[in-house]
């Protein structure tokens, strides 16, 4: 008798052990996952356009401006992809989430850009590991064909938002049409890595990585049409830098001076 007791409070532990193990396979967080910041879709390169203007009436050096300009072809790239959803992760970050479930939270608002309006649904899910999967629906009618709770973008990424990767789609292209992996730290440096899936811009292929560390911004882009890569390397406190690229002073590393004027690299 105290043998078939024993056997009966084995199982009954038993299953109240996988019943807690269940309990807590949920995120343990008792705050919301914390949105990635418009950092993760984005480039900084403000530093060289202020540069510009104000040695405008000394006028920089070749090198630099082939710096400029090549730097302001590979956000043009990044905006084409990544424009409209870093505005909807911006207005999410003004928003408050609705816990709908253990480890589920949503967001629901309206946003523009451009004159254009955006109803947006957010979906974040925790799993075990306190890793996020982040959801945007989108609706709107400024796009064609007209997008109603359409996927517009996902992601995945660390609770505190630090590092993940999103994924952009097109009503139009099976699949994402481009993928971007970031990685924020709280020292400040910043490394984000862009790579286009589709040809619907004439870009397939191509890849832009960003990396701020220290004092030192880094911008490389990669052409896969001409095989060809170009860095762009500068101090954001001297504005010293370079630039080497196929397409300029037949691929020799160029550099500037503290007055963006040319210089003769060293060989360091």
Avoid: H
């Amino acid at each position: 008798m105290k043998s078939t007791i024993f056997k009966c409070i084995t199982a009954i532990s038993g299953v109240l052990l996988i019943f807690a193990a269940c309990s807590n396979s949920t995120s343990v967080n008792e705050t919301p996952p914390t949105i990635p910041s418009q950092q993760s879709m984005s480039i900084d390169m403000s530093e060289m356009n202020n540069a510009q203007k104000v040695t405008a009436k000394s006028k920089a050096g070749s090198n630099f401006n082939a710096a400029i300009y090549r730097a302001g072809v590979a956000k043009l790239i990044l905006d084409a992809n990544l424009l409209v959803p870093k505005v909807l992760v911006g207005a999410a970050q003004e928003r408050d989430p609705e816990e709908v479930a253990d480890g589920e939270y949503q967001w629901s608002y309206s946003t523009s850009n451009q004159q254009n309006d955006y109803s947006v649904l957010l979906t974040a899910n925790v799993d075990s590991n306190d890793e996020v999967n982040w959801n945007f629906f989108v609706t709107t009618s400024s796009t064609d064909p007209v997008l109603n709770n359409f996927l517009f973008f996902s992601g995945e990424a660390e609770y505190n938002g630090t590092e993940g990767v999103w994924y952009y789609y097109d009503p139009n292209e099976e699949g994402p049409v481009s993928t971007v992996n970031w990685d924020i730290d709280e020292d400040g440096s910043v490394v984000v890595g862009l790579e286009v899936l589709s040809d619907r811009n004439g870009n397939l292929g191509n890849t832009i990585d960003y990396n701020f560390d220290g004092d030192t911004k880094v911008l490389e882009y990669y052409e896969a049409s001409s095989e060809a890569r170009t860095t762009i390397s500068y101090d954001i406190n001297t504005m010293t830098g370079f630039i080497i690229s196929p397409s300029y002073n037949n691929g020799a590393k160029s550099c500037w001076d503290a007055n963006l004027e040319d210089i003769a690299c060293s060989s360091s």
